[in-house]
């Protein structure tokens, strides 16, 4: 079986690379870091597609060192060992460059066993992570390397590469190809950002269409790399960072009134199948952003939600949608979520202090009480079913949690309360 298209045409040079020209472009970081030819030890943080790998192995061919490839989901400390082993000998005379793919899977002693050889200078590392290395990378290592990002490809980018890839089939197979117009622009915004997807997408294409008649040329149909497509604009992993970006990404949108936004990252979601996601975070909106300032978004939300969930996708969509256009057009408020802070803000400092006695679940007093009696103060007992009474422990008799919000339903609820708590409380 011969390697994948995007193996089997990958650059030799940072000129034939795509994308990425914030780093590679001419007088970019990265790029006149491999020309001096003193390589740092590196991190490569990106998506999968972008270009890592192709990048750490130029950069071992330009500066003629050994290439040692690792991948952190099956490589261990005797496969560590095993390269250290070749250190000063014949078979690497410049030097080590070990490219460790995925470093976010060895553990914490894996990579402290890299230590020792990195700050010696006698390994060079370049390791690879689709995963936030801050998080992941042992910090010690992190330190000693420097963090380059690799970013999407734009589908601009993404398109050449693509006309490449069909034109560089055409040599391999000896026949021509009539791509059918749309064809390379498809492809290239379906892959989301990931060339080796698109490559996938070129062979499969090209495969895929009706073998020519007569020496005619082979037909790549727009219609074809539609089917063979369909899904392939999806990067979405429920543990990673784009689980949590797009999430994040939603919740914004909701809370910043962009319902257009909000819709697209709930289609993306949908579209991932994580409807359970898209519900707990439209729930967690209506109450958090919206709340006060219009409380029936509550159980209308819960309700969309429970339409939601019953039926599944992807009729799911239809509720989910309007529960989201609705939580983007109602007028917002967080007192609610600022006040619960700043009540548990306290508690978690230890300001708490006795139930005042009115207040306690007590029917009868001790002989230690000097003062008999409850004196709990039943308010609707009173006109306007209220009246002033201490309810705060003595600690925290002064505390204001609650802050009404500018909008027209906590202002009306605040004028009502001001009204009432000014007149003298008197019994019905």
């Given at each position: 079986m011969s390697a994948p298209?995007?193996?089997?045409?990958?650059?030799?040079?940072?000129?034939?690379?795509?994308?990425?020209k914030h780093l590679l472009s001419e007088n970019a970081p990265l790029r006149n870091i491999i020309a001096s030819g003193a390589l740092p030890n590196m991190i490569f943080y990106g998506p999968s597609g972008t270009g890592k790998t192709t990048v750490a192995r130029i950069i071992a061919e330009s500066t003629q060192r050994k290439l040692h490839k690792l991948n952190g989901t099956n490589a261990g400390t005797a496969d560590i060992r095993a390269v250290v082993a070749q250190i000063d000998t014949l078979a690497a005379p410049n030097g080590i460059l070990l490219y460790l793919d995925e470093i976010q899977y060895l553990n914490k002693k894996q990579?402290?066993?890299?230590?020792?050889?990195?700050?010696?200078?006698?390994?060079?590392?370049i390791a690879s992570t689709t995963e936030n290395p801050y998080f992941y990378v042992y910090g010690a290592v992190l330190s000693r390397s420097t963090v380059f990002e690799f970013r999407?490809?734009?589908?601009?980018?993404?398109?050449?590469?693509?006309?490449?890839?069909?034109?560089?089939?055409?040599?391999?197979?000896?026949?021509?190809?009539?791509?059918?117009?749309?064809?390379?622009?498809?492809?290239?915004?379906?892959?989301?950002?990931?060339?080796?997807?698109?490559?996938n997408?070129?062979?499969?294409?090209?495969?895929?269409?009706?073998?020519?008649?007569?020496?005619?040329?082979?037909?790549?149909?727009?219609?074809?790399?539609?089917?063979?497509?369909?899904?392939?604009a999806m990067r979405y992993d429920r543990e990673g960072d784009e689980h949590y970006d797009l999430l994040s990404a939603y919740q914004k949108s909701m809370r910043g009134s962009d319902a257009d936004a909000a819709l697209h990252y709930l289609a993306r979601l949908l579209e991932a199948g994580d409807l359970p996601s898209a519900c707990r975070r439209l729930l967690v909106c209506a109450c958090e952003d919206v709340g006060l300032?219009?409380?029936?978004?509550?159980?209308?939300?819960?309700?969309?939600v429970d339409i939601a969930l019953q039926v599944g996708l992807p009729e799911a969509q239809i509720p989910l949608a309007d529960a989201v256009i609705l939580v983007c057009s109602s007028p917002k408020s967080n007192s609610g979520c600022r006040a619960i802070g700043a009540a548990m803000a306290d508690v978690q400092a230890g300001k708490t202090g006795p139930v005042p006695r009115s207040l306690q679940n007590k029917h009868y007093d001790g002989e230690d009480q000097a003062v008999k009696g409850q004196f709990y103060l039943y308010p609707h007992d009173f006109k306007n079913h209220w009246t002033p009474q201490q309810y705060l422990p003595d600690v925290l008799k002064a505390a204001r949690y609650y802050i009404p919000a500018e909008n027209k339903n906590e202002q009306a609820m605040k004028d009502y309360w001001e009204k009432i708590k000014q007149t003298k409380p008197e019994k019905k």
């Open positions: 298209l995007a193996d089997r045409m990958r650059p030799k040079t940072l000129d034939d690379v795509v994308g990425q990579q402290q066993s890299l230590l020792e050889y990195i700050e010696s200078g006698k390994i060079t590392l999407h490809v734009t589908p601009a980018d993404v398109e050449e590469a693509v006309m490449r890839g069909f034109r560089f089939l055409e040599r391999e197979r000896g026949e021509a190809f009539e791509i059918e117009a749309g064809v390379s622009r498809h492809i290239a915004a379906a892959c989301g950002g990931d060339v080796r997807k698109a490559m997408a070129v062979e499969l294409c090209v495969l895929a269409a009706k073998p020519p008649e007569n020496g005619a040329a082979r037909v790549v149909t727009l219609e074809g790399a539609k089917s063979l497509t369909q899904k392939s300032a219009y409380p029936m978004i509550m159980p209308i939300v819960k309700a969309a």
